[in-house]
T-cell receptor, first 111, second 115 residues
Framework: DAKTTQPNSMESNEEEPVHLPCNHS???????IHWYRQLPSQGPEYVIH???SNVNNRMASLAIAEDRKSSTLILHRATLRDAAVYYC????????????FGQGTELSVKP | EAGVAQSPRYKIIEKRQSVAFWCNPI?????LYWYQQILGQGPKLLIQ????????DSQLPKDRFSAERLKGVDSTLKIQPAKLEDSAVYLC?????????????FGQGTRLTVV
């Protein structure tokens, strides 16, 4: 299965930007980079995804390195409600596009 | 738009008993996933359906777990007999037929406790 590497935990202050890194050195040209987050006692929630270009939506931005071997999820102004586990996932074309979760990064936000 | 519905929310059973979980995906979503999430770990994919066919069940413990998706809509996941190590949250997710360029939607999950 396609492998991603994320830090186990990160801390942020409220209303400051947060940059969550992810390494995916085995990525191939047809693999999409997806980010999900999981708040306590809830199912995972979609955040953003991209293929090659940087992406923005109402929740976050996704910056993808030129060689696609790493990406960064950017939360522009962290709030207490952003405290969650963030998962970086590769959706692999020749594996039926299945979503394989790793351990994720646990983000804590301090007031 | 209604989300992914799962039931029950909680279930407590004794080891060696049987249990079944039900999932109703978002209307029109051809792909359905079942995940097992043990406390402190990321979700583990058990099985993936495309309509009523199985795409991947390589991580499903087939000696005790079974899943079906009749008519390509609702799905059930069964455990028979349950073991203590099956205590986990069972998550169902669905996505539209757009492939990898689409998002998956998750239900709230069923928390199973085996005693």
């Amino acid at each position: 299965d396609a492998k991603t590497t994320q830090p186990n935990s990160m801390e942020s202050n409220e209303e400051e930007p947060v940059h969550l890194p992810c390494n995916h050195s085995t990525i191939s040209g047809t693999d999409y980079i997806h980010w999900y987050r999981q708040l306590p006692s809830q199912g995972p929630e979609y955040v953003i995804h991209g293929l090659t270009s940087n992406v923005n939506n109402r929740m976050a931005s996704l910056a993808i390195a030129e060689d696609r071997k790493s990406s960064t999820l950017i939360l522009h102004r962290a709030t207490l409600r952003d405290a969650a586990v963030y998962y970086c996932i590769l959706r692999v074309y020749n594996q039926g596009g299945k979503l394989i979760f790793g351990q994720g990064t646990e983000l804590s936000v301090k007031p | 738009e209604a989300g992914v519905a799962q039931s029950p929310r909680y279930k407590i059973i004794e080891k060696r008993q049987s249990v079944a979980f039900w999932c109703n995906p978002i209307s029109g979503h051809a792909t359905l996933y079942w995940y097992q999430q043990i406390l402190g770990q990321g979700p583990k994919l058990l099985i993936q359906f495309q309509n009523n066919g199985v795409v991947d069940d390589s991580q499903l413990p087939k000696d005790r777990f079974s899943a079906e998706r009749l008519k390509g809509v609702d799905s059930t996941l069964k455990i028979q007999p349950a073991k203590l190590e099956d205590s986990a949250v069972y998550l169902c997710a669905s996505s539209s037929p757009g492939g990898m360029n689409t998002e998956a939607f998750f239900g709230q999950g069923t928390r199973l406790t085996v005693v």
